[in-house]
Every structure is written in structure tokens, then in C-alpha cells.
């Protein structure tokens, strides 16, 4: 059995190993000259930025790629957790240190509003029922069947999947800032915890569950580790070739086509590129399917990002690792993003410093940073040529204001990338930082399914297919795979 892998996120590179482990002849194709997709690495005079994902959670579903071959993973990686998780700061300079550490958590939620105390226990109960069920359950299983699907609704009913995160976490919290705190896991996967289904909030039990790790030298490294594993366990990689064409016949996958021409001929694909851009791009050829046609047209897509990547010869000691800064208006900074499609002055985002944990990230006595602000996606038409520029000016004011002062004069290397980057770049529609929402009516059956519900031969995982975006979320999808090929 040959099967063609086409992308290297980690949800095709745990999907060309899963393969590999079942004896199939596996060829991994990559448009760009290094792998790993979001998770690629830029590397600029001695500072080591990593493109996208650094909270690693759920690292088991990494050790088990190289469990597979049984290699030991501590020959490859390494990964260690955080004590301090995330530093979450309000727009009034009160700051929440959130962690594993249930004392810490409980003397600091009594400082803000003591009476919320029991309510964040109890959460944590409804959360766990959530994981066992969301999580350890169902994110592994095809959902491509509709009676499995109905067969799980009583369940997801009883789990509150009807309301938002938000709306479950102020059920049990009254406080607003640690609502905010306790709803926030959705951004993580590309939705807005106003309107992401509460069975995300598992996110909050798995994080407990597991802790939050950091993968020494950049995610970037266990990316590295992989490809090695790759290579030692025989997977043709094919880099800098994009897919221009799927090539299939009688409605049966037959091969897939290089932009320069060369055709690759296989059982079966296995798309980790964006599924709504493999549909419309990759498969010209397309076949009616009213249902799905209909389905993938009211899809609703994630938020865009802007990140701005940037080394500092001065070193903030005081920053955390990973800090949240809330805006004071959060949820109109949401409602901007996600329905109203437009930028917002009063910005919310993430501040990323890895040498706080690992100093080889930074040249020595610098500092390595990166900011994610939330945007609207590409569907807002906004000239990120012109726009670019401003939201730059505007986050380096408002971190200087809160946590880096002083930080245009200490930077020495910087670069950004907006939406346009994930269109144009990683083939992502409309430039999402995470492919569809994960609402509930775009998750599981609703989801773009692993197993083609259009094409024979044709597979999925990665962010926009079941469970969804994340690393454990892709690397369960490849775990999927297992189950139906
Ligand atoms: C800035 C940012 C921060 C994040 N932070 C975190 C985090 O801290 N923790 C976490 O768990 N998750 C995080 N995420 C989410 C996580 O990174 C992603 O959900 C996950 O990495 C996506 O993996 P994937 O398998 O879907 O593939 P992707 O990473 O999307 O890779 C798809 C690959 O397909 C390739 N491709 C596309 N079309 C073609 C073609 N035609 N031919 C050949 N190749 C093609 C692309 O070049 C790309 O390499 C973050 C994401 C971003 C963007």
C-alpha cells in the first residue's frame, strides 16, 4: 500500500509515521524547503524564533510517534514543564499567575473574589466530565458516520455543548476578569469564547491534567526530532514541491500532480493542507455532492494573526514566559475579529519569551519575543501592506506602556507576518490562523470529515478536520488514521 502525505504540520508528519508504523510506503510532500508548517522556524542573527505554536500540552501524543518505532523519545526532544503556565495582565495592572499549582490558583482567585473560590472547584469538576468524554473518548474516532453522531447527542446535551465557553465558565464564576482567565482556552484553537461550543472547555482540564510544557530549544526542535525519525525510518520527503493537482478516477484517488509536473502516482492522499483549499484548489475536477457543496459554503472560518517576531539587546528578567494582556474591551476586540471583520485600537494579545526558559532561543544577554494579536481573517479585505505597519507601531506602545518599557529603543531584529501569509504562504483559506471555528455546528460530523465523504482514497487531519486545531488536536486527527486506513 503507498500513500501520499501532502503537507509537513505535525498533523502530516504524525500521519506519514502512523502510516510508516503500519508498513505502508510513505512519500511526505512539502511546498516549503523546511517542514512543519505553522510550526516552522525562523532564524535571524542568532535568535531563534518559533512561527507559531509554544504551549505544548498533552505531550504523550508526541512520545508515542517515536514509541511507534520504539525510539526513545528523550533521544530526540526534549520537553519539560512550565511552573508558571500563563501570566494573565489586565489593562488596570493586576496580574494572575495561572498554573497547576492548586494553592497558588485558590490564594489568588480569594484575592480577586473569594466567593469564586468554590465555583472554580466545581468547574474544574464539569471540565474533567467534558475531557473524559470530549477528549479522552471521541478525539480519536472518525466521525464520519451520521448515527454515530446522533448517538453522542444526549451525551454532548448533558455536557452543556449548547452554550458558549464563556457562557459555562460565568455560570460558576462571577468575577469578571476570572471569567475572562477561565474562558480563554478557545483563542487557543482559533475561536472566540463567546461563541465556541462549552466542550471546549476541556482545554482548562487537559491543561491540568498534563501541565504545560516547553520544548527545549524551540518547538522547533521536536519538529527537527521528527524529521530525523522520518528519515531513519525510511519516509520519502519531498521539500520545496507543492501539490498543484489530486488526480483521481471513477470518484477513487489515483495520484497527485507537483507544480513542475511530475506525477506521483497512490493509493491513497492525505491531505494536512487546509481541507476547504484542497476541495477548491487541488481537485478541479469536482464531483457533486450537494450536502457537503452546502456544508463547506457555510463554513465560518477562525480568526487571522498578526505576529510580530522581534530581539531585544536588553533583557526583560521580570516577563514571564507567557503572558496574556487583556484589553478593557475584550469582548468588542472579539466581536471586531469575528463578526464585524475590522481592526480594533484597543487590542488584547500574547507575549511570547522564550529565553525566559531556554537562553540558547537569544543571542547572549538578549531577549527573544514574539506578539500574537488576534485580526480579523482575509474575508475583512484589509490591506495588511498598509495596515501591517500600524498594528506594529500600536503593539509596541501598548507593550511598552504595560510590560517591556522602553522596548523600541532595545530592539535590535524584527519582522512580522499578517494573514497574507497563511493565504499566500501555507494555503490556508482566507488567511485563518486556525482553518474553520470550532463551533459546534463545525465540529465532529460537521467538521471537513478524515475519511473524504466526496473522494475514495482521500484522507484528512490537521487543524480543519476532526478533532480540530492545536497540536494535540492535529495529532489526535492522525491518530484517527489508525482507525480507518
Ligand atoms: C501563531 C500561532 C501560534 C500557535 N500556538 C499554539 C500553541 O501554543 N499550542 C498549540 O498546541 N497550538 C498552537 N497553534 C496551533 C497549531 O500550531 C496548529 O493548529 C497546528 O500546528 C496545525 O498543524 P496542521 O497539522 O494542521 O498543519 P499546518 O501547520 O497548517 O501545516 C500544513 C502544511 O501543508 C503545506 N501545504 C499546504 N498546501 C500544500 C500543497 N498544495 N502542497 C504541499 N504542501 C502544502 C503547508 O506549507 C504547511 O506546511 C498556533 C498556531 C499559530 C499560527
Redesign the pocket.
Do not use: Q, W
Given at each position: 500500500m503507498n500513500s501520499v502525505v501532502?503537507?509537513?504540520?505535525?498533523?502530516?508528519i504524525a500521519a506519514a509515521l502512523r502510516l510508516k508504523a503500519k508498513k505502508h510506503d510513505v512519500t511526505l510532500?512539502?511546498?516549503?524547503k523546511d517542514?512543519?508548517?505553522?510550526?516552522?522556524v525562523f532564524k535571524k542573527n542568532g535568535f531563534i524564533f518559533d512561527?507559531?505554536?509554544?504551549?505544548?500540552?498533552a505531550p504523550y501524543l508526541i512520545y508515542e510517534l517515536f514509541e511507534l518505532f520504539n525510539k526513545r523519545p528523550e533521544d530526540y526532544i526534549k520537553i519539560q514543564p512550565l511552573d508558571i503556565w500563563y501570566r494573565f495582565v489586565f489593562e488596570d495592572g493586576e496580574s494572575f499567575d495561572y498554573s497547576g499549582n492548586d494553592e497558588s490558583m485558590k490564594n489568588q482567585i480569594e484575592k480577586i473574589n473569594k466567593n469564586d473560590i468554590k465555583g472554580y472547584e466545581n468547574l474544574l469538576k464539569f471540565t474533567q466530565k467534558i475531557f473524559d468524554k470530549g477528549f479522552s473518548e471521541l478525539s480519536d474516532v472518525p466521525f464520519d458516520k451520521p448515527l454515530f453522531m446522533i448517538k453522542q447527542i444526549p451525551a454532548l446535551i448533558g455536557l452543556k455543548s449548547y452554550k458558549s465557553v464563556y457562557s459555562l465558565v460565568s455560570s460558576y464564576i462571577k468575577n469578571e476578569k476570572l471569567r475572562r482567565i477561565l474562558s480563554m482556552h478557545p483563542l487557543?484553537?482559533g475561536g472566540n469564547p463567546f461563541t465556541t461550543t462549552s466542550i471546549y472547555g476541556l482545554i482548562l482540564y487537559l491543561e491540568k491534567k498534563w501541565g504545560v510544557h516547553y520544548s527545549m530549544g524551540g518547538t522547533g526542535n521536536i519538529i527537527k526530532g521528527l524529521e530525523k525519525l522520518m528519515i531513519e525510518e525510511n519516509i520519502k520527503i519531498l521539500k520545496g514541491?507543492?501539490?498543484?493537482n489530486i488526480n483521481f478516477q471513477k470518484g477513487k484517488i489515483k495520484s497527485v500532480t507537483l507544480k513542475n509536473q511530475e506525477e506521483i502516482l497512490s493509493n491513497n492522499v492525505i491531505c494536512?493542507?487546509?481541507p476547504p483549499?484542497v476541495y477548491e484548489e487541488?481537485l478541479n475536477n469536482k464531483r457533486k455532492n450537494f450536502i457537503f457543496n452546502w456544508k463547506k459554503k457555510r463554513m465560518e472560518y477562525s480568526m487571522g494573526?498578526f505576529?510580530y517576531y522581534f530581539g531585544t539587546k536588553k533583557i526583560y528578567e521580570n516577563v514571564a514566559h507567557h503572558t496574556i494582556k487583556f484589553g478593557d474591551k475584550y469582548k468588542e476586540h472579539l466581536d471586531d475579529i469575528f463578526e464585524n471583520k475590522k481592526l480594533n485600537e484597543d487590542i488584547s494579545f500574547y507575549l511570547h519569551r522564550p529565553s525566559a526558559t531556554d537562553k540558547s532561543m537569544a543571542p547572549e544577554n538578549h531577549d527573544c519575543f514574539y506578539v500574537?494579536v488576534p485580526v480579523p481573517n482575509n474575508q475583512s479585505k484589509i490591506n495588511w501592506l498598509k495596515e501591517g505597519e500600524k498594528l506594529k507601531e500600536l503593539v509596541i506602545k501598548k507593550m511598552e506602556k504595560n510590560l517591556l518599557p522602553n522596548l523600541k529603543n532595545n530592539i535590535v531584529e524584527d519582522f512580522y507576518l499578517t494573514p497574507d501569509y497563511?493565504e499566500k504562504?501555507?494555503?490556508?483559506k482566507y488567511g485563518s490562523?486556525?482553518?474553520i471555528q470550532p463551533k459546534f455546528t463545525q465540529s465532529a460530523y460537521f467538521r471537513f470529515h478524515n475519511k473524504s465523504e466526496v473522494y475514495d482514497g482521500l484522507y484528512f487531519?490537521?487543524?480543519?478536520t476532526h478533532p480540530g486545531?492545536?497540536?494535540?488536536?492535529?495529532l489526535s486527527s492522525a491518530k484517527v488514521l489508525d482507525k480507518i486506513l
Open positions: 501532502i503537507g509537513s504540520g505535525f498533523g502530516g510532500i512539502e511546498k516549503h517542514l512543519g508548517g505553522r510550526a516552522r512561527g507559531g505554536p509554544t504551549v505544548i500540552t487557543l484553537v514541491s507543492e501539490v498543484t494536512n493542507a487546509d483549499a487541488l494573526l505576529v500574537l497563511f504562504e501555507l494555503n490556508t490562523g486556525f482553518s487531519v490537521g487543524a480543519g486545531a492545536g497540536i494535540p488536536g492535529v
